[in-house]
């Protein structure tokens, strides 16, 4: 994501306009997962009204492209962990890499030395609290075979009864460090975008394989919503744990996960300030965030709407109702 005409190019291609939150609507998980499990359960028998399942949620990043600061896959890495994932399978048909690009690494366990190819995993969690069970997918993007690639991936999607889909992005962005970072939402399915309050994708243009999974999947009648970050461009290099923060919050409040993210907090504070640090010392760079700031903060004020208080009001709820460990 080094390239500026691809940041740019991923930058119009998730929203046009990044806002501060999504905004969800307040009880939004419940409402969606309601939504999926109705179309899995007339799909299945025919009567939308029928007893109903927990729907399965697939959430997909991929490293390369589309994740600038590592912060989409990081970010799906991290809701894995939390939620005690297992992996259920591998996409590593060697045909869809390029290993002078994305190169295999040698890696030394208990003196045992092995080579980690490049590939896609699949894990499935099941988190006691959430609307929704999880098959949480996160790789390389492929260099060749990209309509094979994402025929491979809704077929596994397809096999363990998958009645949605979530792709993950990061984009490089003119946003500032020192506040929220933007995040943003957009569907091709009609009725996601009325639950969400969002609209349709306009983009064209070059696009990555998350673009591609996300019409492919529209294509198939399968519901897809796209969730892109954006990281401040001066600062794009990996980690971005404050890009990774603001996923984490948009997937808690997509899915109703309740997540621990005091070490990912830490992280992106620590980040923060090391930035702050590094404008300091150059003059150019310190004017240059101011600007960023003004503009942000004339695009965006207020910024308490009473859509984000009762999005925070929801989380803090969520987190007293942690289940002891």
């Known amino acids: 994501m080094s390239d500026e005409t691809a940041s740019q190019d ?3 291609e998730a929203t046009g306009d990044s806002r501060e939150r999504s905004a969800l609507p307040e009880g939004f998980a419940q409402r969606f997962a309601e939504h999926l499990s109705a179309l899995q359960t007339a799909a299945v028998t025919g009567e939308a009204d029928a007893p109903r399942s927990r729907p399965t949620v697939m959430v997909m990043a991929f490293e390369g492209w589309n994740d600038a600061g590592a912060a989409a896959s990081s970010a799906v890495r991290a809701v894995g962990q939390a939620c005690g994932a297992e992996l259920i399978g591998k996409l590593e048909d060697e045909g869809y890499y390029d290993y002078q690009f994305s190169r295999p690494k040698i890696r030394s366990t208990g003196g045992h030395r092995e080579i980690i190819w490049p590939s896609t995993k699949i894990y499935r969690a099941r988190p006691p609290r959430a609307a929704v069970d999880l098959l949480l997918v996160h790789g390389v993007e492929p260099s060749f075979r990209w309509q094979a690639f994402t025929a491979d991936l809704l077929t596994r999607a397809a096999e363990n009864d998958v009645s949605g889909i979530i792709l993950v ?10 506040r929220p970072i ?21 983009y064209e243009g070059p696009t990555g394989i998350v673009g591609v999974l996300a019409h492919t999947a ?32 948009e997937l808690e409040d997509l899915l109703g996960l309740t997540l621990d993210e005091s070490e990912v907090v830490e992280d992106a504070e620590a980040w923060e300030r090391g930035v ?6 150059d003059a150019e760079i310190a004017d240059y965030v101011k600007r960023l700031e003004e503009a942000t903060d004339t ?7 009473g859509e984000a208080i009762a999005q925070e009001f929801e989380r803090y ?9």
Request: proline share 10%; no cysteine; charged share 25%.
């Open 299 to 305: 695009t965006n004020l207020p910024e308490a709407s």
């Open 276 to 281: 702050d640090d590094l404008a300091e010392e």
């Open 169 to 178: 992005g990061a984009l490089l962005a003119d946003v500032p460090h020192t």
């Open 10 to 12: 991923s930058s119009d």
């Open 218 to 249: 529209a294509q198939a009648g399968l519901p897809a919503v796209s969730l892109w970050a954006a990281v401040p461009h001066y600062v794009g290099q990996a980690p971005s744990p404050k890009a990774q923060l603001a996923i984490m919050r």
């Open 182 to 202: 933007p995040a943003a939402l957009s569907s091709e399915d009609a009725a996601l975008q009325e639950i969400l309050d969002i609209d349709e994708p306009t």
């Open 317 to 325: 709820l969520r987190r007293r109702k942690r289940p002891e460990s």
